[in-house]
């Protein structure tokens, strides 16, 4: 078994988020949560590797995506991506250039392109300048983000910033005349010595011939956007395989801890339905009382009966409330550890079809329940895939587990995503 496109990604659901748009262009995917340890379990594509290396020290980031890099290429990955966030979250320091120089040293490579455009999610980038929607990068709420202001939207500047190499622009007058412009320009810049490319693309039509221009590169380093023009330079195109799971089995649950306004209309839409729902109280959560098991005596009976649902989520004033009492990390933590103990109790007990609602709830979750390794499925809602993984705790029949970020997905989400793989 040989991989055709080997991926690092820089957190956890930028990782998934480029699996789901492999797997949209024909590409079977699996996604790794930190680097394997043994050789690849599955036949697929592309293997995308979720590290944690946008925040890390930058070193730390650079060791682990060598590390990376060098397991991808023992599965005979022909092409490297190295993934980061559509709004370029980086500092002074990096980690995108240092991370990027390091694996064109390892590749032995002079050459590469540098893109976060992403059109499908508003992130376009012309003469070098990121736009998040209709306002320039610098002007939107990624000035204040806690870890990674960005306060330049140019980004040949804010590459050069944290790289030794020479950054150049594939501007738009070059990629909106297609790949023969674009691979001319490569060809003109490598010839005054940039290395490094920032190149603009303001439509997915844009990607694609990008895609389609970065064919013979060996480091390709984008967000997610790009990696829609990727598979037809290995003869793949979108198809139903692509997404191919396992029969789902089992019985079907969602836990859900996010409060964001899109989970909690989730939440209120699945109970509105006459769907079985369970509340967990956080103060009794923070009293000590082990709220997993008395839940779990309540829930398990129910599995048979439908579709079940359990939730901390609830409205904003509620949540502030608790946290002012208890500490916001604090009651973040132990709802967290709660919910995923509820998981693994119910995956035990026989849920084949899990949800999870919520970022740090569903890393809690994975964690949980001992999933390294998930192969990506159809898609729900943008950006949301069903997955199959192997747990600790399932007997080794498997999950079908689908982990969706706060805001994501439509309102009837619960309800849609089990007759998605029935
Ligand atoms: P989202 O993706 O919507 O941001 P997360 O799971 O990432 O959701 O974050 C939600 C956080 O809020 C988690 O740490 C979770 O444990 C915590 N939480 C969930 N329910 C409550 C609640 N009722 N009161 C206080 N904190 C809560």
Known sequence: MSIKLGCIADDFTGATDLANNLVQAGMRVLQAIGIPSGPLPVDVDAVVIALKSRTEATDVAVSETLEGLRWLQEQGAQQI????????????????????EALMDALGTDFTIATPAFPDNNRTVFKGYLFVGDVLLHESGMRNHPLT??????????MQSQCHRKVGL?????VSRGVEAIRRRMQALRAEGVSI?????????????????????SLV?????????????????????????????????????????????QVAAFIRAGYQAFALDPVQIASGKDVANTMLERILPALAQGPVLVYSSSDPQTVSQVQSQFGAAHIGAQVEATIADIAVGMVHAG????????????????????ITQMQIGPQIDPGVPW??????????????ITL????FGSEDFFIKAFSRIA
């Not at 991506?81 to 980086?90: E, M, W």
């Open 81 to 100: 991506y190295f993934k980061y966030c559509s709004t370029f979250d980086s500092t002074a320091q990096g980690n995108i250039g240092p991370v990027t």
């Open 149 to 158: 202001p960005m306060t330049d939207s140019n980004l040949v500047r804010v």
């Open 170 to 174: 594939i501007d738009y007058s070059d």
């Open 197 to 217: 490319a920032i190149v603009d693309a303001v439509s997915n039509d844009d990607l694609l011939s990008i895609g389609e221009a970065v064919k013979d590169l």
């Open 221 to 265: 380093t984008a967000g997610s956007g790009v990696a829609i023009g990727l598979p037809q330079n290995f003869n793949l195109s979108a198809n139903n395989q692509a997404a191919a799971l396992p029969a789902a089995q089992g019985y079907q649950a969602i836990v859900s801890g996010s409060c964001s306004v899109a989970t909690n209309n």
């Open 351 to 370: 849920v084949g079809q899990l949800i999870v609602a919520g970022g740090e709830t569903s890393g809690a979750c994975v964690k949980a329940l001992g």
């Open 387 to 400: 997955c199959y993984a192997l747990t600790g705790v399932d007997g080794g029949k498997g999950v079908h």
């Open 404 to 407: 969706k970020s706060g805001n």
